[in-house]
């Protein structure tokens, strides 16, 4: 150590006394440093938690080995909250890759990959507590070991194998993770031969995104590969996930609010999904179905070379794609989506190799004007996601509160997700030994519907759906729409009412008929359902509907749901809201919800003759549901 001074000011014993005792000081702390009290933590340890000197001393009571300790993301508090109201098994938030691997697989050599990974990322030895606390916490844990459980059913049959992984990845599903002890990971390997090998990776959503996972898989197979040819991994220092947390907490919202209010002034309802039905009460309307299709190669490479003509990307073509469904269905003009930003920061150096949960599901509005040219409207929606990706950092709990929509309703029921992270393509690449090959996702989210995108040489369209809230029939017809107007905005139509009516072409319209005579013919039989099949004859100039017929499978067409929202009330009296025919589309369903509007302004009216809103029972107002509330307001609107 070196001490420099004036000579003019000080003199040399002066500073030789402070530098000695500055020195035995020094040598004091560190004699010292294995006493009780200098290994006691303080609030100060952990500055991105802001703890109570109490709170951290229980905190260190249940968890002695705690490295660090900071707060949550937006996104992993919302992700908390659903998974505390989600029931036991629900699967909710559970990850799970599996893949088969050929070859000479050193298990011990692999197992140690994996371990020396998990030492070298503090999200993957996290836990989450918020019991007794005044905000939830992550809590880093100094060493975790993996589960890593082997199963071996080499002489097994071949079915006898399927049937038995299949029901290994049903039961990891089901088995969830609790949150409190760490690691929220684990593995399972399945030996189907001397050298084959099934490996099911499972992880909560709330440690870590698509991409980290990648990140995470090069990381073992780089320590794996090392290790089998005898030396140690030649990897960089990892960039630390604290590191995001405190980026995060040096970001005004300022600006961040400006925006969205200009993005979303004037949205006050979610864009309604078609043909989903709303939830009944006490249903677990789990996110258990999925309908796929893949584009052929020549459509692929299309869209590609479109892409590059005009200077947009996969992403906006088929988000604009989606819009164009979405608006298509509502007969609306203005829709709103979720869709997942990946959320790693330009300006946080090394965030792209960082692992952890970078990403959030903000809204995505889009306007369809009929004569809008198309490749002027694309360019308009990408710089517009340009411009969104200065607050992809936003907290979608504010996004939603600087909205006009009011309290109660979702900014969006359906999320779109671009997977720029195709695992398949690069899983264990190169690794000497192991061929990667049949590789397998599930996650499970929390919308009724969610859109996948998966790039490749045949790009992937996919929809995961609550079964309970739409029929797979349903789901596989919005997937092939989708696809129809995806290649509809590359096929050189100039306007989107082009695009927009390539949705009801030759095609399309071959297969809902033959869909709607394979559907067995099921007389009307109530007075509603008779009501409702004469408006829709009339309407549809169909000769004959039963009550299991689908309105839109029959040649309707969304715009046309304004009309029967006329009929009905010439007909029969009663305000339906106009999302009905969307969420009820067959005959029978549309009657139901028509009988129970009915009987609910007639609970609601003390004088059955009157329907002021001053005469509605405040017993009878808390049966109703929103969808009935909404509706009854829209009929007593400028009344008494």
């Keep these: 150590m070196t001490w420099v001074y004036g000579a003019q000011v000080h003199h040399r014993a002066t500073i030789e006394a402070v530098a000695a005792g500055f020195l035995a000081s020094l040598r004091e702390l560190m004699d010292g440093r294995g006493t009780p009290d200098a290994a006691r933590r303080t609030p100060g340890d952990f500055p991105l938690a802001r703890l109570s000197s109490a709170a951290l001393e229980r905190l260190l ?40 691997s050929r070859g000479k697989a050193d298990l011990p050599a692999l197992r140690r990959a994996w371990a020396e990974v998990i030492a070298r990322n503090a999200v993957l030895r996290t836990s989450f507590i918020h019991e007794g606390l005044p905000e939830p916490l992550q809590v880093v844990h100094g060493e975790v070991e993996l589960p890593w459980t082997e199963h071996d059913l ?4 071949v079915e006898a194998q399927r049937a038995r992984v299949a029901a290994l990845v049903e039961e990891d599903r089901v088995r969830g993770f609790s949150l409190a002890p760490a690691p929220l990971v684990r593995m ?36 794996y590969a090392a290790f089998i040819e005898g030396r140690e991994p030649a990897l960089p220092r990892p960039a630390a996930w604290r590191d995001y947390i405190a980026w995060l907490q040096r970001q005004s919202l300022a600006r961040a609010e400006a925006f969205w209010r200009e993005e979303l002034a004037g949205f006050t309802a979610p864009t309604p999904l078609p043909g989903v039905r709303p939830a009944a009460p006490g249903v677990d309307a789990a996110v258990t179905g999925e309908e796929k ?22 992403n906006t073509l088929t988000q604009g794609a989606w819009a164009l469904l979405l608006g298509r269905h509502a007969g609306q003009q203005d829709v709103v989506f979720g869709a ?41 929606l990408q710089a517009r996601q340009l411009e969104l990706r200065k607050y992809e950092h936003s907290p979608l709990v504010q996004v939603k509160g600087w909205s006009e929509l009011p309290r109660g309703l979702p900014l969006f029921d359906s999320l779109l997700i671009f997977e720029n992270y195709p695992l398949d393509t690069s899983l264990g690449q190169g690794v000497p030994g192991l061929e990667v090959r049949d590789v397998e996702s599930h996650e499970q989210g929390n919308h009724p519907l969610i859109a996948y995108v998966v790039p490749g040489d045949r790009l992937r369209l996919s929809l995961a759906y609550a079964p309970e809230l739409v029929s797979a029939d349903e789901v596989a ?5 989708w696809r129809v107007l995806l290649e509809a905005l590359v096929s050189g139509a100039e306007r989107l009412s082009d695009v927009a009516a390539q949705v009801e072409g030759p095609a399309l319209q071959a297969r809902g008929a033959s869909s709607a005579q394979a559907v067995k013919y099921v007389a009307p039989a109530t007075p509603e359902e008779l009501a409702l099949a004469g408006i829709w004859t009339e309407l549809l100039g169909q000769p004959r509907v039963g009550a299991l017929d689908d309105f839109f499978a029959l040649g309707g067409q969304p715009e046309m749901a304004e009309q029967v929202v006329a009929r009905v009330r010439e007909a029969l009296g009663v ?13 029978a369903g549309l009657a139901e919800v028509v009988v129970r509007m009915t009987g609910s302004m007639r609970r609601l009216a003390d004088d059955p003759t009157s329907r002021g809103v001053g005469a509605l029972d405040p017993a009878a107002l808390e049966q109703l549901s929103d969808e009935e509330l909404d509706a009854l307001l829209d009929a007593t609107e400028g009344e008494g």
């Design 61 to 100: 009571r249940r968890f002695p080995d705690v490295e660090d300790v900071y707060p949550l993301t937006s996104l992993q508090q919302g992700m908390l909250f659903h998974v505390a109201l989600a029931p036991k098994g629900s699967g909710v938030f559970h990850e799970q890759l599996a893949w088969t």
């Design 575 to 587: 305000e339906l809201p106009r999302t009905a025919v969307f969420e009820a589309p067959t005959l």
């Design 293 to 314: 299709l893949w584009l052929s190669q020549e459509a692929t490479a299309a869209l590609q070379a479109f892409a590059r003509r005009n200077a947009v990307t996969l």
């Design 477 to 481: 017809r919005l997937l092939e729409r």
């Design 340 to 380: 997942t930003v990946s959320g790693r920061p330009v300006d946080l150096p090394d965030a792209e190799s960082m692992v952890g949960l970078f990403i959030n599901s903000l809204p995505i509005r889009v306007g369809l004007p009929p004569e809008a040219p198309v490749v002027p409207w694309l360019q308009r």
């Design 154 to 157: 080499r002489g097994v049959p």
């Design 188 to 223: 399972q390997v399945v030996r189907l031969g001397d050298e084959e090998y099934r490996f099911l990776w499972s992880h909560h959503h709330l440690v870590m995104d698509g991409w980290s996972v990648g990140v995470m898989l090069q990381e073992v197979f780089a320590c």
